[in-house]
């Protein structure tokens, strides 16, 4: 790739640690070039982009997304490692964000949204974060959809470290973008930063659990601001993990989604049924469909309803979750996996 | 004038012989103890001479030597008071000569002249029947003790007196009557039992496969939900101890001094429950004296770990030796002990700090990180060694309404003892007992599979997303499955019921 006086001198303006100066910097001057006279500190960081294949895209560049532009504080170049097609402006791109600290609904949450994302084709924004972050990327790469993982840190830099698995299939499989030069450490100031990125670059914002207070939220606000759908997923009115998003519902600032229908529309669904090849025996067919009129439903309530025995229960619950009609929940508790 | 008398003494579990030699010689009075003696033989001093006088016979004053031989090797303990006493007393010609040559004589002495309890007379009596010893003089406390032993002659007394009254000829005794092993289960009683454990009849099945195949066991579960009952309740669906497993128990528990005098012989299997503050010397075996340790008073029982990711990581991983090899070496300066230590593991532990995740009515405080560095504490290789990880239920009002009427532990017990029948006949000679101990070379010989079965075990694989390691461990189990129902082969569903008992292997907390 070809860098111009002007992107060096972006790409050495975003090695101001400043978020303030760098936005100073560029309202007070016509042009980036004339901010610096001696770019070989930009040939350095170059160089070693070079190496490690990652790419800066300036926004005077035609592969920065037109969408990013519109809002009030665009990055000025996007350092990119992955697949960069996906900033095109004919992808479509939502955010899904959420906690950390994650419960099971939230994640349950997660999958289900992300995943009919991912075979409606949309491309799926988030930060690599612990919790519904990384579930969200998760989903994205099993149902082999498209995702973009925006860092706080430098697009080389792994952060938390225990996603390094996920980052390295993000970066085959997807992209991970970053405001931040290369070799950039993760600082919690950056996230906040980062949080308007993810927003900008998407369509609308789903929010699938978050506490009050949370960084989610940041981009939930972000979202607002920049004029984006913000979509939130309600949740029980005792748990902490979902307040921020009730009191978005409150306050009328989002919309409340159920499903993922509420905000894809209705789309044909060219799933792959092949699964149902599989014949269901009378016991089990028994179980599903009273698994379909509950939640979820505990080991010893099947036991009662379907009259078999502990070991032949827990055989055939077992076959029907291999096959992928059921999940195990944890303590025990089994749940159908989707409407046949 | 010298006397010699036999007495015995234990270096691990295995004894010596050793000479207890008297000389009572013309001299300034004094009492000298040479032989590598510790501290409570060197007292003996002063315990022997009150015994002598209460017990009106007559005490030297004279220079009186004792020698322990052979004199390089340590002996301890308060054993030697009666040989000593008995040296003195044939020294100093107030018993016959010769009179007490035919006897291994061990035994403690109180001021009054009445004979104490000894630590480890089982071992001491079985090491010295091998040496080809058939007489002991012991103290009668231990007599319930050594008559389980069969084949040799033991004479139990109460006081130094009778002891001298009968090796002088002045009083008849006849031997303790050996007891006869079977006599003893039928007192034999757990004061828990299976139907207790109201509810949980997913892990109650998993209980049961564990003990039939005799794999161990990890329970994740909210506190408060029984899991500590559960893992009292695994000796009694246990098969009884045969008598060998029963003497080397008793062995194991004589040495470290926690046998029931008044039984005499362990009969129920042990169940051990370190605290989690536990250090590795008191759980392997150590100290100074080289006691066996925790996993080793389990021996043939149970050793539970309550709150597993709650000790510290190195005395977990200590763990790893004897479950392995089913012994432990305690090595100490100047020589090494082996300690047989072949248990089943029953361990628990709380889904994440607080307890609460995965509740449903219950909120979780903890953050990711903290469940997973809770997580974390349990190496890999160390859950390698634990075939199953199932969930325990938080007790509900469902869970207690719907819950049918729960098995006692000997309906359980029936049917283990005939998965273990099983296995027996499948092992015999191979030095494997059962299916956890298989080998590799058995598990392709024993383990085989159907086309479907590979396909199905291949299909949970992928879509549990369980790791490489637990291939082996559900085989294992699937195996136990298929004993306890009887199947020659290992079916469809034998496979995908070993699958649900492998929670961590699921990556249950990413």
């Known amino acids: ?340 | 004038m010298l006397a010699k008398v036999a007495s015995y003494a234990l270096s691990g579990l295995e004894g010596f012989d050793v000479t207890v030699e008297v000389d009572v010689n013309a001299g300034l009075p004094a009492y000298e103890v040479v032989g590598l003696a510790d501290t409570a033989v060197k007292e003996s001093r002063e315990r022997v001479r009150a015994a002598i006088k209460n017990s009106l016979l007559d005490y030297p004053i004279k220079k009186i030597t004792v020698n322990l031989a052979p004199a390089d090797s340590k002996k301890e303990g308060s054993l030697y008071d009666l040989p000593i006493a008995i040296g003195i007393l044939a020294a100093t010609e107030q018993l016959p000569a010769h009179s007490y040559k035919p006897y291994v004589i061990v035994g403690e002495l109180s001021l009054d002249g009445s004979l104490r309890h000894i630590k480890g007379l089982m071992p001491i009596l079985l090491s010295a029947m091998q040496s080809g010893y058939t007489r002991f003089i012991v103290p009668e406390a231990n007599a319930k003790e050594a008559s389980f032993v069969s084949g040799i002659e033991v004479y139990a007394f109460t006081t130094l007196k009778e002891t001298a009254d009968f090796l002088s000829g002045q009083k008849e005794a006849s031997p303790v009557p050996v007891r006869t092993f079977s006599a003893q289960q039928a007192e034999n009683k757990y004061n828990v039992d299976f139907s207790e454990v109201k509810g949980q009849v997913f892990a109650r099945r998993a209980m049961e496969i564990a003990v039939a195949g005799g794999h161990n066991i990890l329970m994740i579960g909210p506190p408060g939900a029984g899991k500590t009952l559960m893992a009292k309740c695994v000796p009694t669906i246990m098969p009884d101890m045969t008598f060998d497993e029963a003497v080397e128990v008793t062995k194991i528990h004589s040495v470290a001094g926690i046998l029931d005098a008044g039984k005499g012989i362990v009969t129920a299997r042990p169940f051990r429950t370190p605290h989690h503050t536990v250090t590795v010397p008191a759980l392997m075996g150590g100290g100074a004296k080289a006691k066996p340790g925790e996993v080793s008073l389990a021996h043939n029982g149970v050793l539970f770990l309550d709150e597993m990711p709650e000790y510290q990581r190195q005395t977990l991983e200590s763990l790893r030796q004897p479950l392995e090899d089913g012994v432990v070496t305690v090595s100490r300066a100047k020589q090494s002990y082996d300690y047989p230590a072949r248990f089943m593991l029953v361990a628990s532990m709380n889904p994440c700090p607080c307890g609460n995740y995965g509740s449903k009515t219950q909120q979780c405080r903890c953050t990711a990180q903290e469940i997973r560095r809770y997580v974390s504490r349990l190496s890999g290789p160390l859950l390698d060694r634990i075939d199953l990880q199932v969930e325990v239920d938080g007790i509900s009002y469902e869970e207690l309404r719907f819950a049918p009427p729960s098995e006692d532990s000997a309906t359980i017990k029936a049917r283990v003892e005939k998965a273990r029948a099983v296995q027996r006949e499948r092992y015999k000679g191979s030095g494997v007992h059962t299916n956890s101990q298989m080998t590799n070379a058995q598990m392709k010989k024993y383990c085989q599979l159907s086309p479907q079965c590979e396909r199905i075990l291949e299909a949970a694989f992928r879509k549990l997303n369980m790791t490489a390691r637990a291939s082996t461990r559900v085989l294992k189990v699937a195996r136990t499955i298929a004993d306890l129902e009887g199947s020659e082969d290992i079916q469809i569903n034998h496979i995908t019921e070993a699958v649900q008992y492998r929670s961590l292997d699921r990556k249950y907390w990413e």
């Not at chain 1, 111009?4 to 640690?17: F, G, N, W, Y």
């Not at chain 1, 001057?29 to 500190?41: A, F, I, Q, T």
């Not at chain 1, 004919?90 to 939230?106: I, P």
């Not at chain 1, 491309?123 to 994205?140: F, L, P």
Request: aromatic share 8%.
């Open chain 1, 1 to 340: 790739m070809f860098y111009s006086d002007d992107d060096k001198a972006l790409i050495m303006l975003s090695c101001e640690t400043s978020y303030s100066k760098r936005q100073d910097a560029v309202e007070r001057v016509n042009s980036p070039r004339e901010l610096y006279r001696d770019y070989s500190h930009a040939d350095v960081i170059i160089e070693d982009m070079k190496r490690k294949g990652i790419v800066a895209i300036t926004v005077n560049s035609e592969y920065y997304p037109s969408q990013l532009k519109e809002i009030y504080d665009p990055p000025q170049v996007l350092y990119c490692k992955g697949d960069i097609s996906l900033l095109k402006d004919g992808v479509e791109r939502l955010a899904v964000v959420g906690t950390r600290n994650v419960t099971r609904y939230g994640k349950d949450v997660t999958k289900e949204f992300a995943s009919a994302f991912a075979k409606a084709g949309i491309c799926i924004v988030s930060g690599m974060a612990r919790g519904v972050d990384s579930a969200a990327h998760r989903t994205a790469l099993e149902e082999d959809g498209k995702t973009i993982a925006v860092l706080g840190c430098g697009v080389d830099v792994i952060y938390p470290p225990e996603n390094r698995e996920l980052y390295e299939e993000i970066v085959r499989k997807g992209l991970a973008i970053s405001e931040y030069p290369p070799s950039t450490q993760p600082h919690a100031f950056r996230f906040p930063e980062r949080n308007r990125i993810i927003s900008g670059l998407s369509k609308g914002v789903l929010v699938t659990e978050a506490g009050a207070g949370s960084g989610s939220m940041i981009t939930a606000d972000a979202a607002i601001e920049q004029g984006r759908d913000l979509y939130v997923v309600p949740g029980s009115i005792f748990s902490k993990t979902s307040k921020g998003c009730n009191d978005k519902i409150k306050e009328l600032q989002a919309a409340a989604v159920t499903c993922p229908e509420d905000i894809i529309g209705v789309r044909e669904n060219k799933d792959k049924k092949e699964n149902l090849a599989v014949q269901l025996t009378l016991e089990q067919a028994r179980i599903i469909s009273f698994l379909e009129d509950c939640e979820s439903a505990h080991f010893s309530e099947l036991l009662a309803k379907s009259g078999l025995s502990v070991n032949e229960l827990t055989a055939l619950l077992s076959e029907m979750e291999i096959y992928g009609f059921i999940n195990k929940l944890s303590g025990n508790y089994y749940a159908i996996v989707e409407k046949l």
